[in-house]
């Protein structure tokens, strides 16, 4: 008997639904479900667009004029009389040599009608003090300029500098401006003759810090970033992947292994600012290196990545299909050689993307920074992994939190910087990936 | 091609009216000739147990030259634990524990001291899902034999896949596309692909763990073809969940229950005239 029975009309229940029916009428609530589901995940999106929209758009706003820079053309009268008093050209005495004075010559041989003394300091406050330093530069590499006239193109100060950008208002009063109204006279003039120019800003780029924002540049951050990441990406990569490897492929199974395993799911969440009071503690007052270096800042952020690159590389190793081993290990390899020849080529793109995880991770980090010294203003761009140097995100709060207006827009274009090294990062790593990964 | 169809196999199955058994159900110990002459591998009095659980017991059987011998019985039986034990591939999985003496030429590769890994040269495996390495067809098969040591040389390398590929019935197949990824093959080409890597490394015995499961027939009677050619050199221990295939291709049979070996003879025997009411009953199909 296979024939389903079916219902008559004398004894049947008060009509029963048939099951389509029943699921026609929730299809309607169903579908509307999925509607509002999908319509959620349009409103994240979008809003997710519009943040790094906004975001974007006003790092880049404020960005775009720290790439140029207001210059003031003088013609230095390069007094050998002065500089080198005793013609021997004595390098000592060069470099200490008053090369301000010749400067503010320059510029009152401009404005002979400025006379008084206090007009004459205000005369010179609209060139800045990185003139001086040029100059010096200058004459230091080439001797043959002394005596001459050179016509250089010196930074303005940053409060011009902010004027020509339209970062102040001309037409307050007098005593709400940085700038006085015989100052902006002057400038007037400048300009009126063609010796006041906004040029695109090398110095930016090839800079070291500065307490004067017209001069200040990026060059050093960039340079210890560099170092910094390239160091802890050395120490922090075979770390991870070979106690990755050992956790996974050879390590015994029991409670201390768990134990370990634990704790570097806990290591991955400490606050970043705790490895920095250890790497004081133990990478400067215990082993003594020196504060402020690539070298140990490396090292802590090292502490920081290692569980981010751990736990990827564990679950790269984790996701290479068990057949793989048995088939090496079948044929008689041993463990290591099943590792190496044929695990940890197919874990390897997983383990990188774990790496660039872990150092954009650590590209960003000044916390644990702040706590070995690597906060301190930095002039000089660091030579070596135990020269003194900034890293950029410590260079970005410094900026931040200077006071000169002129440091609002230095800010945003080392963001920029930042982001920039930040892709850069990625693209070499993609592209590394991409090398190593078997499409088969 | 081997004409034998595929339902009508060589061997006639019992039929269920003629009844042969005159074992019990009941008895669990074996029944048959578990010895043969001159065994490849003898194992004596083998137990296996995953952590708590006593997965096979006392388990005493040998592997003869040059012979097929078929592993079957229903599903968790501890066919493919017994047959893992004779290359200690159970030494990978965790809490696994492996007792009892299986000797080969006298030793006994489940002390702790031997080195699996000259070991696993001596006893090669082909698993159920066909596993090639991501690697070309000939890093596949040269895999083995390079990091043994075992070929003098690029042209000796050479030679040793091109006649493991040969051997296994693969040569003509791929023998322009050597270069080509072994993962780019058909179901039935890897699995040959992973026989040839195995008999690379010239073992003594090959364990199969329900290679043609994954395969369509057409592929299988070529394995079975193949693995009627490898006995003249190798001694073979099938694990196989398809009858017709333990009675076309073995010489002797092992019928494992509820990890109790029950019973082992000829592989006609078996299928004629089994002893045991169980192994009756798995043949008739009245369970498993």
């Known amino acids: ?440 | 091609m081997n004409k034998t169809s595929f339902v009508d196999s060589s061997v006639k199955m019992a039929p269920v009216a003629g009844s042969t058994a005159t074992v019990s159900r009941d008895k669990r110990e074996t029944v048959g000739d578990i010895r043969v002459d001159h065994p490849r591998v003898r194992c004596n009095n083998v137990n296996v147990y995953y952590g708590d659980k006593h997965a096979i017991h006392n388990i005493n059987l040998d592997v003869g030259n040059n012979e097929i011998i078929a592993l079957i019985g229903p599903s968790g039986c501890g066919k493919t634990t017994f047959l893992r034990c004779l290359n200690r591939m159970n030494d990978t999985i965790k809490g696994c524990r492996v007792e009892g003496e299986i000797l080969m030429e006298g030793q006994n590769i489940n002390a702790r001291e031997v080195d699996v890994v000259p070991l696993r040269a001596r006893v090669g495996m082909v698993f159920q899902k066909p596993n090639p390495f991501p690697k070309s067809i000939f890093e596949n098969v040269a895999f083995g034999p390079r990091i043994h040591g075992l070929a003098q040389g690029k042209a000796d390398l050479e030679e040793i896949v091109v006649t493991s590929l040969q051997k296994a019935g693969l040569w003509t197949e791929v023998k322009d596309r050597l270069e080509e990824p072994g993962t780019g093959l058909s179901g039935g080409q890897q699995q040959r692909l992973c026989i040839a890597r195995t008999i690379a490394v010239q073992p003594e015995v090959i364990l199969m763990d329900e290679p043609c499961s994954a395969l369509d027939p057409i592929a299988t009677a070529k394995i079975e073809e193949l693995m009627a050619e490898l006995r003249e050199q190798y001694s073979i221990c099938i694990v196989t969940h398809s009858m017709q295939q333990a009675a076309r291709v073995s010489q002797r049979t092992a019928f494992f229950h509820l990890g109790d070996l029950i019973e082992v003879g000829e592989t006609e025997q078996i299928f004629v005239a089994p002893t045991h009411q169980l192994t009756e009953d798995y043949i008739t199909g009245r369970f498993g």
């Not at chain 1, 003088?74 to 010749?102: F, H, T």
């Not at chain 1, 400067?103 to 006379?115: E, G, I, Q, W, Y």
């Not at chain 1, 009063?173 to 015989?182: G, H, I, P």
């Not at chain 1, 996701?319 to 088939?327: D, K, L, Q």
């Open chain 1, 1 to 440: 008997m296979n024939t389903a029975p079916t219902p008559t009309p004398s004894n049947a229940a008060p009509r029963q639904r048939k099951p389509i029916e029943i699921i026609h009428a929730g299809l309607k609530k169903r579908h509307a479900a999925e509607m509002r589901f999908r319509l959620y995940g349009l409103i994240a999106i979008s809003m997710g667009i519009l943040f790094i929209g906004i975001l974007f758009t006003t790092i880049l706003g404020n960005a775009t004029t720290a790439f140029q820079q207001t210059r003031i053309k003088l013609d230095i009268v390069v007094d050998a009389q002065m500089l080198d008093p005793d013609g021997k050209r004595d390098p000592e005495v060069l470099s200490s040599a008053n090369y301000g004075a010749i400067v503010k010559a320059s510029m009152n041989r401009l404005f002979p009608d400025v006379t008084s003394r206090r007009d004459q300091r205000e005369l010179n406050e609209l060139v800045s003090q990185g003139a001086t330093y040029t100059l010096r530069e200058m004459v230091m590499a080439d001797t043959d300029l002394l005596g001459r006239t050179v016509t250089l193109w010196v930074p303005a100060d940053d409060d011009v500098d902010m004027l020509m950008k339209g970062h102040m208002d001309r037409d307050a009063a007098e005593e709400n401006r940085r700038l006085k109204d015989n100052q902006l006279a002057w400038l007037d003039r400048l300009e009126k003759d063609g010796r006041l120019e906004k040029h695109f800003n090398v110095d930016f780029f090839t800079n070291g810090d500065s307490r004067e924002p017209e001069i200040a540049g990026i060059w050093g951050g960039v340079v210890g970033t560099f170092y910094t990441l390239a160091l802890t990406l050395l120490f922090s990569f075979p770390l991870g992947v070979a106690a990755a490897v050992y956790l996974e492929e050879f390590a015994p199974h029991n409670r201390w292994t768990d134990l370990i395993e634990v704790n570097i799911n806990n290591l991955a969440a400490v606050p970043s600012i705790v490895f920095g009071l250890l790497g004081l503690a133990v990478f400067i007052n215990f082993f003594g290196l020196p504060r402020s270096v690539p070298l140990v800042g490396s090292l802590v952020l090292t502490l920081l990545v290692l569980p981010t690159i751990i736990i990827a590389s564990r679950a790269a190793l984790k996701s290479v299909p068990p057949s793989i081993r048995e088939a090496a290990l079948g044929v008689g390899a041993s463990p290591l050689q099943t590792v190496t020849l044929h695990v940890l080529p197919l874990a390897l793109p997983g383990m990188l993307t774990g790496a660039i995880i872990g150092m954009a991770h650590a590209l960003g980090e000044t916390a644990p920074l702040l706590m070995i010294g690597m906060v301190a203003f930095i002039v000089d761009i660091p030579k070596g992994i135990f020269d003194p140097a900034a890293v950029l995100p410590v260079q970005i709060f410094l900026w931040a939190d200077s006071p000169e207006r002129a440091f609002v827009e230095k800010t945003s274009a080392a963001i920029v910087v930042l982001l920039a090294f930040l892709m850069v990062m990625n693209a070499l790593a993609v592209i590394l990936r991409k090398r190593f990964e078997r499409r088969w």
